[in-house]
């Protein structure tokens, strides 16, 4: 079944027994943010449609944000876009975006997933985290025996909202940012990024 068939985050939590909590765990990692950036942003916002469709919201708002900051962590990662993620039958699909270990065999090999990303499509972030929490289960589990968290982030592009799975509790951040206040934005996705890598370099020095 494809992720994007699970509506209800209750139905993933039942169907694959992870618990489901909300805390505030998020922090934020100042990043800077290069002008020539704002500016853009402040221009595609002003003169541009931007969010008159999934494909817009998604070229616009969120994959900007994303890119920026993952060229701090190019080194260890890719950033992949509607890459497709499967681990069996029940868990497959296209996540929009996905940050993955670098693998020693170059950009082209798609290596363990450490951060998904999913679309609110039409602002409907229950199911987006629906949709976010099944891939999140599959990343796990790609990740085979390794206690990795794993990261999610559902966001229509004017929102964005963070969650993490470790082992089988999901906890979902209860506050969300908005595009609004830019530079927290990108301090939490820098936050969640750094979490990623230093997962990353523990495991390589065990």
């Known amino acids: 079944m494809s992720f994007s068939n699970y509506k209800t985050i209750g139905a993933v939590v039942k169907e694959f027994q992870v618990t489901y909590t909300e805390a505030n765990f998020m922090k934020e990692i100042e990043f800077n943010i290069p002008n020539y950036f704002r500016e853009d942003l402040e221009f595609m916002m002003r003169e541009a449609v931007v969010d008159n469709s999934e494909f817009a919201v998604c070229e616009n708002l969120i994959y900007p944000i994303l890119k920026e900051v993952w060229k701090c962590y190019y080194s260890k990662f890719v950033l992949w876009s509607h890459q497709?993620?499967?681990?069996?039958?029940?868990?497959?699909?296209?996540?929009?975006?996905?940050?993955?270990?670098?693998?020693?065999?170059?950009?082209?090999?798609?290596?363990?997933?450490?951060?998904?990303?999913?679309?609110?499509?039409?602002?409907?972030?229950d199911q987006g985290w629906a949709q976010c929490l099944a891939e999140m289960v599959a990343a796990q589990k790609l990740n085979d025996e390794l206690e990795v968290t794993i990261f999610g982030i559902v966001s229509n592009g004017k929102g964005w909202e963070f969650g993490k799975l470790e082992a089988n509790i999901?906890?979902?951040?209860?506050?969300?940012?908005?595009?609004?206040?830019?530079?927290?934005?990108?301090?939490?996705?820098?936050?969640?990024?750094?979490?990623?890598?230093?997962?990353?370099?523990?495991?390589?020095?065990?």
């Open 170 to 206: 999901f906890t979902k951040n209860n506050s969300s940012y908005l595009i609004q206040e830019l530079d927290r934005i990108f301090a939490a996705v820098n936050y969640v990024f750094q979490q990623c890598e230093v997962q990353l370099n523990e495991l390589v020095a065990v």
């Open 84 to 125: 497709s993620l499967t681990y069996n039958q029940n868990l497959s699909g296209f996540p929009e975006y996905i940050l993955a270990k670098r693998s020693p065999l170059g950009k082209v090999v798609f290596d363990k997933p450490y951060l998904l990303l999913v679309e609110a499509k039409q602002d409907k972030f």
